[in-house]
């Protein structure tokens, strides 16, 4: 028996689901052909690879971002989080100490860890992901801000101007939301990269210690 026409679904009936994940989409491909069209020429030879990578995680990060739940608002047309930003950042009030023995009990490979970076003035905190664990040395290594100390240390010379966070709500949500400082002053937030867009999608926001199943990572 033929549905009536009435009754059938039209292709321009979408879900507010379907709508998000679409303009996710197109934002996402937007970004990342412009930054791929400006790579350095040393990193023409990936170009390809990378190209072809593209829709698996750019379709992978708009699935888990439409489906994902946090306190953070989603502008899905330029696929980024937003939040009410503080005045001054909020890696200035971590200490050594509780950095150190949070590291010490949750360190593991796929913990979604926060970095603090520091460019003469600007302050900004990123997300970056754990991928090796020396618990003798009581030492990390995050994917992309390379080692650190459990206590937060930078240990090499290409690193000195970052610091490894303690996650907790404030560092978090200014790190999803890209909020930076400049001169001590709010600035306009950074647009975040692909993989730190697939990062925010895996946060645990009842329990940053938890790590996510880590398998193939943007490099």
């Known amino acids: 028996m033929i549905e009536p026409l009435s009754n059938q679904p039209h292709f321009w009936q979408v879900s507010s689901d379907n709508q998000t994940y679409t303009e996710l989409c197109n934002a996402l491909y937007e970004r990342e052909l412009l930054r791929l069209a400006n790579i350095s020429p040393e990193q023409l030879p990936s170009l390809q690879k990378r190209l072809a990578a593209l829709p698996f995680y750019i379709r992978r990060a708009a699935a888990n971002i439409v489906t994902y739940r946090t306190e953070l608002q989603l502008d899905s047309q330029n696929a980024s989080w937003f939040h009410k930003q503080l005045a001054r950042c909020p890696a200035r009030k971590q200490q050594a100490d509780p950095i150190a023995n949070f590291y010490l009990k949750a360190a593991k490979p796929g913990l979604i860890v ?25 030492r990390l290594h995050c994917n992309e801000h390379g080692w ?67 398998s193939r990572e943007l490099k």
């Not at 003035?121 to 970056?128: F, G």
């Not at 400049?182 to 600035?187: I, P, S, T, V, Y």
């Not at 867009?197 to 940053?208: G, I, V």
């Open 114 to 138: 926060p970095v603090y970076i520091e460019q003469l003035t600007l302050e900004q905190i990123v997300l970056d992901s754990v991928d090796e664990v020396d618990s003798s040395g009581e």
């Open 148 to 214: 650190f100390s459990f206590n937060g240390t930078p240990l090499q010379n290409d690193n000195a101007s970052k610091f490894l966070l303690k996650p907790n709500k404030a560092i978090v949500t200014a790190a999803s939301c890209g909020h930076q400082w400049l001169n001590n002053d709010k600035k306009a937030p950074r647009v975040l990269s692909l993989r730190e867009l697939l990062l925010t999608s895996r946060l645990n926001w009842q329990n940053f210690a938890k790590p996510y199943q880590a």
